[in-house]
């Protein structure tokens, strides 16, 4: 089961990671409790930022959706940490995502209107396809608490409706 598919060393590869799927596979319930946690953040980060950016109602409405889901899953997965006891355990994964997120929103400052708009949901369609493939595809078949996992597989769900939400927008934005 530590094997991965090529469809996901494409999306580590694109979320810049220094490491191998495999070796994302290898890395334990911890180690993907922070990488979840930071790439919900990140998500945040952005929704913030469109809201702050963006005029289009239909970008707010998504951003403000962002923001509710994230928190409310980043809070569970808190929760869930204090009840077991544990901390989430940072890695190379989690710190080129931050790196990533950096440089995307250095390049979401310099835009505005719909340039903005069109920019954000194509980020977040993008974002949501890595990382739904990531916790997907590597994360919940490696996970080895069951509370972990049923955490994931509830968030992974939500985040699933996300990608579907922003590839609307994308198309909406587009026209």
Not at 16 to 43: C, K, R
Not at 81 to 107: F, P, T
Not at 169 to 174: A, I, S, T
Request: no cysteine.
């Amino acid at each position: 089961m530590k094997t991965m598919i090529s469809a996901l060393a494409f999306a580590v590869a694109l979320m810049g990671a220094p490491a191998t799927a495999q070796d994302v596979a290898a890395m334990n319930d911890l180690e993907f409790a922070h990488i979840a946690y930071t790439a919900d953040n990140i998500d945040i980060r952005y929704a913030h930022l469109a809201l702050a950016l963006s005029k289009n109602p239909d970008v707010h409405e998504f951003a403000r959706t962002m923001i509710r889901d994230h928190e409310a899953v980043n809070a569970a997965a808190l929760g869930l940490l204090e009840k077991l006891g544990a901390s989430a355990q940072d890695n190379a994964v989690s710190q080129s995502l931050e790196v990533r997120a950096d440089q995307i929103i250095a390049g979401f400052i310099e835009l505005e209107g719909a340039a903005f708009d069109k920019a954000y949901a194509e980020n977040e369609l993008a974002y949501h396809q890595e990382v739904n493939a990531l916790v997907g595809g590597t994360m919940i078949p490696n996970i080895d608490n069951a509370e972990v996992k049923a955490l994931f597989e509830e968030g992974l769900e939500i985040f699933k409706a996300h990608e579907k939400h922003a590839e609307m927008m994308v198309k909406k934005l587009g026209k």
